[in-house]
């Protein structure tokens, strides 16, 4: 099994402690995500440490304030890392009170020219947004491998795969009152799923008054094979699978 989006610099535990209890779950590849400059060095750092771990760089929604060129200019330059392996997260958030809306977009499309140009597949936060972003990349991204992350977007499950886009569902779609993400595991094609922690944030059900962490992944992967009627070793091949031609790792 793989974890294909997850913070290491903001858990708590150290990365080796990680990494290592992931390896013991059988997790054999984790990419964690940069949220901006500094956090997406500290990605390319570990990517450097750790034979499992792989880096994305990008610039958080909540993080783009007063977004540049010169941010531009920097997170291209950590893009083009053989570390790097995506480009994000990015995207639109109008949940929090983060950044304005044009810095977001700012940020946005700098990063959708930055995967177009480094081939580069894009990871794509949205929250309350969901037209925003789907509009964004339909106008932009034609040519660029798009990740929606975290998805939770039921409703525009078929848009989504008809665009060709990967989705990505996280621990929240273990809740029980989510059935309607838990609907959604059924229809998406075999080479368009994912499987991630998003740790330290949504913990699966079964460790929810736990902070989540990148081992945690088997048990939301344990949740969509058992919800497809697939065996759990299938079913991580084939994520396994996917992520290997779309991360390149």
Known sequence: MIDSHTHLDFCEQPNEQLVNEALEAGVTKILTVGTDASSSRDALAA??????????????????T?????????????????????????????YREGAPLEDQRRAFHAQIEIAGELDKPLIIHTREADDLSIDT???RADGVRV????????????????????????????????????QSVLLVPDDRLLVETDA??????????????PACVTETARFIAEARGVEYATFSEMVDRNAAELFGW
């Open 66 to 94: 007063g977004f540049s060129g010169a941010d531009s200019a920097e997170l291209r330059e950590l893009a083009s890392s053989q570390l790097c392996h995506a480009v994000g997260e990015t995207g639109f958030d109008q």
């Open 200 to 213: 330290p944030y949504l913990s699966p059900q079964a460790t929810r008054r736990e902070r989540n962490r």
């Open 47 to 64: 990517a450097a440490q750790f034979p499992s771990v792989f880096a994305a760089v990008g610039h958080h929604p909540n993080n783009a």
């Open 137 to 139: 990349l339909r106008e």
């Open 147 to 182: 990740i929606l992350h975290c998805f939770t977007m039921p409703t525009r499950l078929e848009q989504c795969l008809a665009e060709g886009w990967w989705i990505s569902f996280a621990g929240n779609v273990t809740y029980p009152k989510a059935s309607d993400l838990a």
